[in-house]
Every structure is written in structure tokens, then in C-alpha cells.
């Protein structure tokens, strides 16, 4: 018989009742039960549950044993009686009657427990990371995570594209986060930097001729976390094609998010074919450009029907509402709550009406409006008998982060929030531009090495602020999943493009050498995309945070707690790197 083991412990049957077994495994949970012990043994694969009954040597071995410890038992495979069938468990139909017990590894105290998802804080958790991991609900997020990848590489390599590495070890990338940075000690006061994406990498495999690329990607970003975001190390699925436009890119990545959502979603719907939304009318109907279509409610811009009205909350401001059906004979509770729920995204208060069966408005601020501003509004946003409607006022930015937060937690107060569901939807028609209102500077707003939409003709003649880029994002239940573009790869349309955001020909020049020389060596039209991987687990895996679907994962302020990193370095090896460490004086 093998030196540890003849089966795992979610192996065994009915089948397998009078054979003698090996197992090994983690002392998961043990009960007395009338003097005779019953102890589950866990491994990756599964749970067996073991007997030992007083008396024996395994009785005095497994009473003994501290939960987590590794053992490894023999024994035999004995029926659990139709009784006690465990119908939770794949081996629920039988036990092991243990006759021999080796401890392997015994465990110190356990800092919280393993068997229950108990309240343990998310440091306690990340500094004991490794026992973390044996909580089944973990270790099975990092179980689909890898299945997830793997599905991925098959499901590109047979939609014809190719698994290509890039480096770690490169220049600095305008990415727009901040880069970490690697000391080079053969080449002294130089650094490298470690990607935040393998783009400009990719675009020259485009130049190369290899034509359909793609990568499980590690990236690297100095950048705050979020819950959808984890700070320092994230992967992502980088794709590039040439020979492309914009809709040559949605289709192939489509095919795959069906897919994969469906293969992986536990039976939730995966809605298909994914609805365009160009970016303005995004933020217009939704608050948002990563709109939770799940959310069946609607935003309406009616700013034109109190220009200048005498009613002063909304006169000259952006104003926005939100109708909502069935909910005018909810409780005045109902609609206090979801003030409160817009006052903690930052509104000062969130003004609403009610509509009476007899078609006119009651409420707060109803004896504010016209009877022109009733019947502007009832035509406008289909009114009828039971609907309720809530505003906004105040800056465009402002009110549409506010009101697209109320629309989504609206929808779920009043049930009109689909569940069980992936709804997808491509963001498209980005700006090229934006103005910063401070200082009136015109920027990029999105991606500066995006191809504008009418290319240089535009860059030429149009308002900046006009110009729509050809960019666009994957958005899935209000996650952005990833943000793409078709490239700019025409030499004078880029340096046209940096001119207009304040960036001279020589900047240009010296900053992108490397891309703007194979530019100049025939490059293809190309374009492409980098879906999150994680995001994309944590959605499937419907968990709110990020962290929850990386095995090693570093905490809300970029350090690993469980390896203790970030280090200091000693004096000896800053002088090998030609470094000198000026740390920030107190305040």
C-alpha cells in the first residue's frame, strides 16, 4: 500500500464497503458522541468521515490530536446504515473504522477557526493566508480560479490566438498609475520598471506579424486598493489582433464571456448579444459608465424644464430624475431610507413626488411645481397612477454619480433588480478629451493611444471635446471588466493627438521612441483588449471583494502580512544597488 495513502477522502462509495483503506489528510472536526469518536478527515478532494471506538489505540490517538493536525489513518470502509447517510457529503453513504494512526504533522493553536466561516478580521486572515485557504469556501474560489484560466487558454487558443510572454523587466509605461519600480545594479543609478501592462509590448507583436495574441498577464501598479481592485499585483486576460475594427474585437470576446459565464455560473443567465452604449448616453440614462444593467430603472435628464424656473433647488443646475412604478403606496419609511442611502453617496438630500390615482404629483416639493412643470413631466417620463419620482440637481459629474448609486439601490428596494443574471454591455464612443475646469487644460480622457474617431481630419477640425475616440469597456453587472481600444498606430495622427493635449513633438519623440520607430516600419491597423481575471472570478465567484479570489493577496495598504513585504534592505546591499534611502520626515 502506498506510504500516505490508497484514496482521498472524497473518493470513497457504497462501493468500497469491507475494503481496507489509507488515508491522509487534515483533522477537519471531531464529536464524542456516546464515547465513540467520529472525526472528519479533510483533503483537496473532499471529507471522509472516520470512526474510533474506546478502547482502541486509534480511540487514544485521534482523542489526542489537535484540529488542523495531519494524520494519516488506516482502516476499514464500513456502511453508515440508511439511517445515517450523510446526503451533504459524496462519501455521506460511508465511514472508516480506524484500526492505526500515524500523526504527520501536528498543529499548533489555531489563531480562528477552519471549519466555520467565522468573523476573523481580513488581517487576521491575510497573516495566517495558508489557513485561510483551508476553509472550503476559499479554497474553492481559488479552485475556480484556476479552472477559469485554464478555460480561457483553450477557449482562445481554439478562436485562433496565441499565447505569447512579454517582459517583466522593461522601461516605464504611460499607464497612468505609478509604476514600481526595480534597481539595476549593473547599470548604476538606472531602474526598471516592472509592467502595469504588457501594452506597448503587445502592439509591437502587431508590428511583428503574429497578428492574434494573448496572455494570462501579470501586472504591476502602485496604486490605492479598492474591492474591486487589488493594489500592487493583478492578472489580466491581454488580447491584441490586427487588421481590425472595433466590432472585429467585440465578437471574439463575446463568444468568450458567454461562454465562461456560462460554463461557470452556476446556471445564472448570461444575457447575449451585449448591448452598445455609447459613453454619453451611459451617464445620461444610468449616473454611471459601468451601468448595472441588472438595475430595470431608468434615468431621465429633464435640466430643459426648470431652465429658469423659480423653483431654486433645481433653477440652473443639471437635474435628473429617476421614475420609479409601484412604489407611490410604499410607507413614508421607504422613501426616508432611500435619502438616507443618497446623503451617504454625497447628496444633500434626494427630493421626490409621489403620483395619486388621480394622475396629479404629492410630496415634499410638489407644491413647488408648475402645472406646466406636471404636465412636461408626466409626458416626459411616462407617468401613471403608483409611480414615484425621485431628482437630482446640482453639478453633471455630481449628479450622476448620486442618482446612478439611488437608481441601482432603488431598483433593489422596489423590485425591479433582476437576479441571478450576468448582464453585459460594451461602453463605446468614449471622449477623446476632457477639460480640467481649473485650469481650462485640455487632456486625454481615457486612453492616449487610442485612434480618434475621423483620425487626423478630426484632430484637425473638430473641438477636442468632440472628438470620440474609438475606446471601449466590458462591463458586466457594474464591474468594468476591462477597458480596449483600436490603436493609434499612424506616426503624425499621435504626435496630432499629444499636441492637442499640450505635449510637443520632441517630448513625444523621445518618450515613445521605441513605438514610434516601428511605427515608421509599416505597422498594421490593430487593436485590443485586457479583461480582469480577477474581477472576472470574483463575479463568478459572487464575492464583493477582490481579495477574496487571490491565493496571495496583499492588504489594503500593499503589504503582505503573512511574508512580512514590503522589506528594508541592508546597508551593504543598497551600496551593491547604488541606493540611498531618504525616508519622509515626520510631521
Not at 434626494?350 to 412643470?373: C, M, Q
Not at 483620425?455 to 473641438?463: I, N, P, V, W, Y
Request: aromatic share 10%; hydrophobic share 40%.
Amino acid at each position: 500500500m502506498h506510504r500516505y495513502r490508497s484514496h482521498t477522502c472524497g473518493e470513497l462509495r457504497a462501493s468500497d464497503v469491507g475494503s481496507d483503506v489509507r488515508l491522509s489528510g487534515w483533522l477537519h472536526n471531531r464529536r464524542d458522541l456516546g464515547g465513540i469518536l467520529f472525526i472528519d478527515l479533510r483533503d483537496h478532494y473532499g471529507i471522509t468521515q472516520l470512526v474510533a471506538r474506546p478502547g482502541t489505540p486509534a480511540y487514544e490517538a485521534l482523542d489526542k490530536v489537535s484540529k488542523e493536525s495531519t494524520v494519516r489513518v488506516d482502516g476499514k470502509v464500513v456502511s453508515r446504515g440508511t439511517e445515517n447517510v450523510n446526503s451533504e457529503l459524496p462519501t455521506g453513504e460511508i465511514e472508516v473504522e480506524v484500526s492505526e494512526v500515524e500523526l504527520l504533522g501536528a498543529a499548533a493553536p489555531l489563531p480562528f477557526t477552519i471549519n466555520t466561516e467565522d468573523g476573523v478580521n481580513e488581517e487576521r486572515r491575510l497573516e495566517y493566508r495558508f489557513l485561510d485557504l483551508r476553509r472550503e469556501r476559499m479554497h474553492r474560489n481559488i479552485l475556480l480560479r484556476t479552472s477559469v484560466i485554464s478555460a480561457i487558454r483553450h477557449k482562445m487558443t481554439t478562436l485562433g490566438f496565441n499565447e505569447m510572454a512579454t517582459p517583466i523587466l522593461s522601461a516605464t509605461s504611460p499607464e497612468g498609475a505609478r509604476d514600481f519600480v526595480v534597481p539595476s545594479r549593473l547599470n548604476p543609478g538606472r531602474f526598471y520598471a516592472l509592467p502595469q501592462a504588457p501594452q506597448q509590448f503587445k502592439q509591437l507583436l502587431m508590428i511583428s506579424g503574429f497578428d492574434r495574441y494573448f496572455q494570462i498577464a501579470p501586472c504591476f501598479r502602485d496604486e490605492d486598493a479598492r474591492a474591486d481592485r487589488s493594489p500592487g499585483e493583478f492578472y489580466q486576460l491581454d488580447v491584441e489582433m490586427s487588421f481590425v475594427e472595433q466590432e472585429d474585437i467585440f465578437q471574439p470576446i463575446e463568444k468568450l464571456m458567454t461562454e465562461l459565464f456560462e460554463e461557470f455560473g452556476n446556471g445564472r443567465h448570461v444575457t447575449s448579444p451585449f448591448p452598445r452604449i455609447p459613453f454619453r448616453e451611459s451617464m445620461l440614462k444610468y449616473g454611471s459608465d459601468k451601468p448595472d444593467l441588472r438595475a430595470q430603472l431608468e434615468l431621465v435628464d429633464i435640466t430643459d424644464i426648470f431652465e429658469g424656473s423659480e423653483f431654486k433647488a433645481f433653477a440652473g443646475k443639471h437635474v435628473r430624475a429617476l421614475p420609479v412604478p409601484d412604489v407611490a403606496a410604499q410607507s413614508r419609511k421607504f422613501f426616508d431610507q432611500l435619502g438616507d442611502y443618497a446623503v451617504s453617496q454625497g447628496a444633500k438630500g434626494l427630493a421626490w413626488v409621489r403620483v395619486a390615482e388621480d394622475g396629479s404629483l404629492t410630496g415634499p416639493i410638489a407644491k413647488f411645481l408648475t402645472d406646466e412643470n406636471v404636465a412636461e413631466l408626466t409626458k416626459r417620463l411616462s407617468l401613471a397612477a403608483g409611480h414615484a419620482v425621485f431628482f437630482g440637481a446640482g453639478e453633471f459629474d455630481e449628479v450622476s454619480k448620486i442618482m446612478g448609486a439611488v437608481r441601482v439601490e432603488a431598483a433593489k428596494r422596489a423590485g425591479h433588480f433582476e437576479e441571478g443574471v450576468f448582464r453585459f454591455c460594451w461602453i463605446v464612443d468614449f471622449p477623446m478629451y476632457e477639460k480640467d475646469e481649473e485650469s481650462g487644460k485640455i487632456d486625454f480622457s481615457h486612453n492616449p493611444f487610442s485612434m480618434p474617431q475621423g483620425g487626423l481630419e478630426a484632430l484637425e477640425t473638430q473641438d477636442p471635446l468632440d472628438i470620440l475616440g474609438w475606446q471601449y469597456d466590458i462591463v458586466c453587472n457594474g464591474v468594468e471588466l476591462s477597458s480596449g481600444a483600436i490603436r493609434n498606430h499612424e506616426p503624425e495622427i499621435m504626435l496630432k493627438a499629444f499636441e492637442i493635449a499640450g505635449y510637443d513633438r520632441e517630448t513625444v519623440e523621445e518618450q515613445f521612441a521605441g513605438m514610434l520607430r516601428a511605427f515608421r516600419f509599416g505597422a498594421p491597423p490593430h487593436g485590443g483588449i485586457a479583461p480582469g481575471v480577477d474581477r472576472i472570478v470574483m463575479l463568478l465567484a459572487d464575492e464583493p471583494n477582490i481579495r477574496e479570489t487571490i491565493a496571495f493577496p496583499l492588504n489594503g495598504n500593499a503589504q503582505d502580512l503573512m511574508m512580512g513585504a514590503p522589506t528594508e534592505l541592508d546597508e551593504a546591499r543598497l551600496r551593491e544597488l547604488h541606493i540611498s534611502v531618504r525616508k519622509p520626515q515626520p510631521k
